[in-house]
């Protein structure tokens, strides 16, 4: 466990042999087992593993595409997520490998409770109830404030190293950093800006695709659906199955019961941009998995309020760590870092509506919200679409490139 707590990074350089395995020889079947490593380890790129420690004591593997001296940028996953999501497409259409081709220093988080990268405590494992006591909330105050503290350690060490960065204006090139997040990210973010504000200096920019926050009357699934969910939650929790969907158990349940996964796919996901690949996102071992029961309780508590508050543990202990009866709002208003927002339009929880409010409630910081140009478009689409190259990733790195260079045009689609 020792090497795990260090703050130097493991710098892993590989070279893909003919006989080797690779992405394009390997059968798409056993593409669908391949972690976040193996896609790495399959491709003529250099990569790093960079062991963190949060302020609570998980232990996260974050994997860096290295571009020395270039613009961080940090992608964030999503609920039930991992840095898979951002390479599993391969590197013609993955955004991580886009983004490193396009010569940015690209660092992949995995938050806790993600296999295999987030499953490490210094003093938990991860089949005990404690490990898994935790929301978004611990992903934006513990999670997202050692990683990128981390990755300001290790950039601004090579920026000495290179005898550069000893100004006020190096400081903050290397402390700043671009995030671009999934679904929950945001929420993640959100958390992270209002519990830590000094993170409003260090992130230049956040994009956010299928952003969450608000979900009263802004979702197209209704209680019937949020019944059940918990209903499979607790069932879990009773036979002490602390994390909800391990790994492979969506490729295993809908392998058996196709019909029922189309079925919550399209209500809970939304109908997708081909939807005879509607269960795709669902063959992958990892790229679908974890949670814990806190994560799904404390969404459902933001459905239910209609505003964005923090984990409701119940009167007698809200009193102990909030001081009040009720869980309190986390005040958003202090969040100034620019954001832009994507929406697909067919997207069941990240709906249209869900992102607009978002952006009226945001508008001092909201740059830019923005279509996804397909007419069926859902949550999943955002990683796994045929098009995620044309429709999402293209447009993605246009934006923060126009953005970073000061020529942003002010567009709500």
Not at 78 to 103: D, I, N, T, Y
Request: glycine share 8%; net charge positive; charged share 20%.
């Amino acid at each position: 466990m020792g090497g795990l707590g260090c703050i130097g990074a493991i710098k892993v350089m590989l070279i893909v042999c003919a006989i080797g395995r690779n992405a394009h020889s390997s059968p798409p079947e056993s593409r669908y087992k391949w972690t976040t490593m193996d896609w790495l380890e399959a491709q003529n790129v250099s990569h790093e593993v960079h062991n963190v420690t949060t302020a609570d004591g998980y232990q996260l593997q974050v994997q860096r595409l290295p571009r020395l001296g270039a613009k961080p940028v940090l992608l964030v996953h999503g609920l039930l997520g991992s840095s898979l999501g951002w390479v599993c497409m391969g590197p013609e259409r993955s955004l991580a490998f886009q983004l490193h081709h396009r010569k940015y220093d690209v660092w992949l988080a995995n938050l806790r409770g993600v296999a295999p990268y987030g499953r490490q405590h210094i003093d938990l494992t991860d089949v005990m109830v404690e490990f898994w006591r935790f929301s978004f909330h611990e992903h934006g105050a513990y999670d997202l404030p050692a990683i990128i503290d981390h990755m300001a350690k290790v950039t601004g060490g090579e920026q000495l190293q290179r005898g550069e960065g000893s100004g006020a204006d190096g400081e903050e090139m290397h402390h700043q950093v671009v995030l671009i997040g999934h679904s929950q990210a945001f929420n993640a973010f959100l958390v992270l800006c209002a519990v830590h504000p000094r993170f409003n200096q260090r992130i230049q920019l956040i994009q956010a695709l299928a952003p969450l926050a608000r979900l009263h009357r802004q979702v197209r699934f209704d209680s019937f659906q949020v019944r059940h969910l918990m209903k499979f939650v607790k069932k879990r929790q009773k036979a002490n199955k602390f994390e909800i969907f391990p790994p492979g158990y969506f490729r295993k349940t809908c392998q058996a019961k196709r019909d029922l996964c189309e079925y919550y796919a399209k209500q809970l996901a939304g109908s997708a941009q081909n939807n005879k690949k509607l269960l795709e996102a669902f063959n992958y071992e990892y790229l679908l998995q974890g949670g814990s029961p806190r994560e799904i309780k404390h969404l459902q508590q933001i459905w239910k309020s209609g505003d964005f508050i923090s984990y409701d543990f119940g009167t007698a202990e809200n009193m102990q760590v909030y001081h009040s009866v009720e869980a309190i709002s986390y005040n958003i208003s202090q969040v100034t870092v620019p954001i832009i927002l994507y929406f697909g339009e067919t997207d069941a929880i990240a709906t249209p509506e869900g992102v607009h409010a978002i952006y009226a409630r945001m508008l001092k910081s909201v740059k830019s919200v923005q279509r996804i140009n397909s007419k069926k478009f859902n949550h999943l689409d955002f990683l796994i679409s045929g098009d995620v190259k044309s429709l999402v990733n293209d447009k993605l790195i246009e934006q923060m490139e126009q953005f970073l260079e000061g020529r942003l045009p002010y567009v709500i689609e």
